[in-house]
């Protein structure tokens, strides 16, 4: 293929485009992380401005984790996203699959009274005096069960499981294999990606936690980390660099970003591929 | 030669409960599975309907939902949030970001989807790709804290080398001149490079022999952008618009919940966080639980109309 002169350049413009994007989306988190581990002295050398640190302290990262509502928020954090993504994962499985199957007599109407919620929705308030009604308020899980199924991972994870050859579970069940056996012995193994994909959704939603901590958990010590995060954060907004602090709380605040943010960014370049399936999978049936 | 009856042996479907007890017997375990999923569908999304009422009643939370007695006129919550001052600004709040971010968000992931599929080293474009993706999944929190750490007033990054060229510092986050246009930012820095992934796969989807075809008569690859890949990609941006415009009533609850102060409320107080606020902060379930059925009705309206406008154009044009 010949290439003129003006695709090149073309070309050229792109690359330093989105080049220009990388930098914006990656320049700002950087930024936080190399706060967090840079001495004071070397930040005040620089203005302010360091991108790679010259020296590494773990200082700021050591105080975070001696605050005790830290602590406590993160074993809520692992707590419910751990549980809350298990239940999720088995709830909307077993949704699905039999709600899959062309042949089970009522499976229309059941799949309108559920994508029906994603039209219309009662609001807030009395979807919170049912949340208290069920005794949930101020409980761990007011986090889990008030979210349990979200229509849209329902919908993802029935048209994988609709593409399924169906030979497979009609040679099993005259092998005699259960309805459960078949779900968990043979659809399970086979939709794996899919099912690793709408349970990095369902934990990456459980992990950033907010709205609903803030309308159900009312003591600290249920607090999850987003809550305490975002306190933290308004709490030592505006306050000058100074040499005097030993470890200013600019720098804290950024080391606690950094804590609460390590498990998402460490995992992500791993399980990226995942999540792209998965909005895919949505957009092309949604 | 045999003829065909004049009558057709007319199949009798079984009644209801007939059909009802032999689908239980045969798929009972199928639908066994269903209940756990049913019930929570059915307790918490559709039986906070029942709740609804409260927007009509003198609510009292000794007496229930049941008893409490119902408010004459039966307006009267209605009426009380329109002739209250903040109501016309919440809305036009509530419209105004939506509509920024909707207008902001919209053509950027575009361009990047076509610079990045236009771009000649594919290893570098996917590097890119990957950490476009990457604010997204990071909570508002941490958004908030870093935007803090941009733009905060006394020691934010931009508002030092503002200071370093001898200007006065602009306070971004505590000002109503600047909060709508943070939140708009914001949201794009969040979903520039997930929104384009959509885009990105139509791309993919695009029939390369007629790239090949314009390449033989001399297209450039301006031209074939402009005359094969945007015309292939305006079904999937129409759609993804309509779509937007039926979420409009939305605005964002975690975004500006996270963002506010007293300071900027005026300007970026919307509809949800109004709700919260009312009904959660200050116990006027009966208010809150008023302005959000209008909401979620209005809001139902405009997703069906929209997605009713959208599957039109969906079919009509190509």
């Known amino acids: 293929m010949v290439r003129s002169r003006n695709d090149t350049i073309f070309e050229w413009i792109c690359t330093i485009f989105i080049g220009l994007i990388g930098l914006i989306c990656l320049v700002p988190i950087l930024y936080v992380v190399s706060y967090s581990l840079t001495p004071m002295s070397e930040m005040l050398k620089n203005g302010g401005f360091v991108l790679i640190p010259k020296q590494i302290t773990m200082a700021a990262y050591k105080e975070v984790v001696r605050d005790p509502n830290m602590i406590n928020a993160l074993k809520v954090n692992v707590f419910v996203t751990v549980v809350g993504t298990l ?34 929705s009662a609001g807030t308030i009395p979807t919170f005096l049912v949340v208290k009604a069920t005794g949930l308020v101020d409980s761990l899980w007011s986090l889990i069960i008030p979210s349990l199924v979200t229509v849209y991972n329902f919908i993802v994870m029935k048209a994988f499981f609709e593409g399924l050859p169906t030979d497979l579970f009609e040679s099993a069940r005259i092998d005699g294999a259960g309805e459960f056996r078949i779900l968990f012995q043979i659809v399970f ?31 600290t010590e249920k607090m999850p980390l987003q809550v305490i995060l975002r306190r933290m954060i308004n709490q030592a907004s ?17 080391a606690a970003v950094c804590f609460a943010t390590a498990p998402v960014v460490i995992i992500y370049p791993f399980i990226q591929k995942y999540f792209v399936k998965g909005t895919l999978a949505g957009a092309v049936k949604g | 030669m045999s003829q065909a009856p004049l009558v057709q042996p007319v ?90 971010k909707l207008l902001v968000g919209m053509v950027p992931p575009l361009l990047f989807a076509l610079a990045i599929n236009e771009c000649a080293f594919k290893r570098y474009a996917r590097v890119i790709q990957t950490v476009s993706y990457l604010p997204h999944f990071l909570s508002w929190i941490i ?35 600047y909060a709508r246009g943070v939140l708009v930012g914001t949201d794009l820095w969040h979903s520039i490079g ?29 031209r ?72 979620s009705v209005i809001s139902a309206i405009m997703v069906l109309g929209t997605n009713a406008l959208a599957r039109k154009w969906d079919s009509a044009l190509w």
């Open chain 2, 11 to 100: 199949y009798k479907r079984p009644p209801l409960i007939a059909r009802t007890i032999r689908a239980i017997r045969r798929y009972w375990p199928l639908y066994l599975m269903i209940v756990p999923g049913l019930i929570f569908f059915l307790v918490y999304k559709y039986a906070p309907f029942y709740g609804l009422q409260i927007a009509f009643k003198k609510f009292s939370v000794r007496k229930g939902i049941a008893e409490s007695p119902w408010y004459n006129p039966w307006y009267y919550w209605f009426a009380r949030f329109w002739k209250s001052s903040t109501s016309w600004q919440i809305v036009s709040n509530t419209l105004i970001l939506s509509l920024s």
């Open chain 2, 224 to 295: 074939q952008i402009w005359y094969i890949t945007l015309p292939n990609l305006g079904r999937i941006f129409v759609v993804l618009l309509i779509t937007k415009v039926g979420n409009i009533l939305d605005g964002g609850f975690n975004q500006v919940y996270v963002f506010m102060n007293d300071r900027i409320r005026p300007t970026t107080e919307i509809i949800d966080t109004w709700v919260y606020t009312q009904g959660i902060g200050k116990m006027q379930y009966e208010l809150a639980t008023a302005v959000g059925l209008m909401k």
């Open chain 1, 87 to 120: 239940c999720n994962l088995v709830v909307t499985m077993m949704l699905a699959y039999p709600l899959s199957r062309s042949d089970l007599p009522g499976r229309s109407g059941f799949i309108r009274i559920i994508v029906f919620t994603m039209i219309l």
């Open chain 1, 189 to 219: 193994p086979l939709s794996l990606p899919i099912i690793t994909t709408v349970g990095l959704y369902y934990a990456v939603a459980h992990w950033n936690t907010y709205t609903a901590a803030i309308y159900y958990i009312q003591s």
């Open chain 1, 238 to 254: 505006s306050n000058e660099v100074s040499a005097d602090d030993v470890i200013p709380p600019e720098t804290l605040r950024m």
């Open chain 2, 143 to 177: 958004v908030f804290g870093i935007a803090t750490t941009m733009l905060n007033e006394g020691s934010g990054v931009i508002n030092r080398m503002i200071k370093s060229f001898g200007g006065t510092p602009i306070p971004f986050l505590t000002s109503n001149k």
């Open chain 2, 194 to 222: 997930w929104s384009s992934i959509v885009y990105l796969a139509a791309i993919m989807g695009i029939d390369t022999s007629m790239y090949e075809a314009a390449t033989i008569d001399g297209c450039g690859r301006f």
